[in-house]
């Protein structure tokens, strides 16, 4: 899984969100990969895991957004 990006105080909105859009769209994709695999191959504890910390990072970047959205 990648990092996370710079703190949000150390760059302007809009690159916070391009950077939050990549962030997701990446997490999406690897969740997607991972269901699909799971499907033919079942998911070890370890996958199993990593899939479920991808899902919790999902949840903040969303609740991230939505601060974004409040505030406009």
Sequence with gaps: MKSSPPQSRDMQ??????NIS???N??????NDSLENAVFMGMTDA???EFE???ERIA?????LEQFK???
């Design 13 to 18: 909105p809009s690159e916070e969100l391009r």
């Design 22 to 24: 990549a962030e997701l």
């Design 26 to 31: 990446d997490l999406f994709r690897q969740q």
């Design 47 to 49: 996958q199993s895991k």
């Design 53 to 55: 910390k991808r899902h």
């Design 60 to 64: 903040e970047l969303t609740a991230r």
């Design 70 to 72: 409040d505030a406009a």
